[in-house]
């Protein structure tokens, strides 16, 4: 069976990730015919396909990819196979800045930054932030106290949470229940766009180092001696991940489990080199969450179920797995 995840059949893994992709746009309650929607503008299954189908699966693959990405870098700079961003805070974070700029009423847009998504990106700043100190500072910390610590201010958040929707009419709470179960339901291309150019451009950043975080591996102190910068390569990829998962929140609101289930699953396929550790995340992480989207789309069609319920059902069991592995 190993030798069907040897390193020599990588691409044609991430070929067989970008070409089931294709499959979840044609999947729904609403049946499409491809001959129609490409033959017919105007068309039902043109406009079903152009304005909601393709949006929402790149959608889905921008952010699964991203969270996914942004979790395995999380996990090698810290040295803990249990960090990701839900699991440090920072995605309960985000979202307490997301939904604190909607009671405050401010819900504003320039180009494809808003308000809300620079309070998401600020309340994940500040959650990375707390967790840096305390791993750099409280040099006697276990993985699993940093990840208890992450729990806990993802408690506090959520609780800050809960208050704000508690003190919340009617109608700011409809509204803030986007970002507390996640959400990919859009239609036309402005999200989507956003987060594919988002997810991008996390990709471009940190494969560029993937050989610095390769030497990180064996140690800071050998990394430093090999000439890699620790510090500063730990402080960069730190905020620039909290500000992806920030306007991943903004954007799709907290979902869970991503970046925690899915680079553990590439290192299990394909060992531990982060040239294939980043580019697996991208493509397993975005087929992921395509599928939970998908599933979330059809189970109780035609209504929908919130995706991050979905994500939470998939990737719960995976982190008990990950619990009783480490115990070990």
Request: net charge positive; aromatic share 16%.
């Amino acid at each position: 069976m190993d030798r069907f995840f040897s390193r020599r059949f990588f691409p044609y893994w991430m070929l067989l990730f970008a070409l089931l992709m294709l499959v979840f746009p044609f999947m729904g309650s609403q049946k499409i015919s491809l001959v129609n929607a490409l033959n017919d503008s105007e068309s039902l299954d043109r406009l079903i396909l152009v304005q909601i189908r393709l949006p929402r699966i790149i959608f889905a693959w921008s952010v699964g990819a991203g969270l996914a990405l942004v979790g395995a870098v999380y996990q090698v700079v810290l040295r803990n196979a249990l960090a990701s961003p839900y699991t440090l805070g920072v995605s309960s974070g985000g979202a307490l800045g997301a939904v604190l700029a909607l009671k405050l009423g401010l819900v504003y847009s320039v180009g494809f930054i808003s308000s809300v998504a620079l309070f998401s990106i600020a309340g994940s700043l500040t959650a990375i932030g707390l967790i840096f100190f305390f791993s750099r500072y409280w040099k006697q910390a276990s993985m699993y106290s940093i990840i208890l610590l992450g729990v806990a201010f993802s408690f506090f958040f959520s609780a800050m949470n809960m208050l704000i929707h508690y003190l919340a009419d009617f109608t700011e709470t409809f509204k803030m229940m986007r970002w507390v179960m996640g959400a990919l339901d859009v239609a036309g291309w402005a999200y989507p766009l956003t987060a594919l150019g988002l997810t991008l451009s996390g990709a471009a950043y940190y494969l560029f180092h993937y050989r610095h975080f390769n030497v990180l591996l064996t140690g800071e102190e050998l990394a430093q001696s090999k000439g890699v910068d620790v510090e500063r390569l730990q402080k960069r990829s730190l905020v620039f991940g909290a500000v992806l998962a920030g306007f991943y929140v903004a954007l799709a609101g907290p979902i869970g489990f991503v970046g925690l289930v899915i680079p553990h699953m590439i290192r299990m396929m394909f060992g531990a080199g982060h040239k294939y550790v980043f580019w697996g995340a991208l493509m397993l992480g975005g087929l992921f969450l395509g599928l939970s989207d998908t599933i979330a789309r059809m189970l109780i069609a035609p209504a929908e179920i919130p995706v991050g319920i979905i994500t939470a059902f998939l990737g719960g069991p995976f982190f008990v797995f990950l619990l009783i592995r480490q115990s070990r």
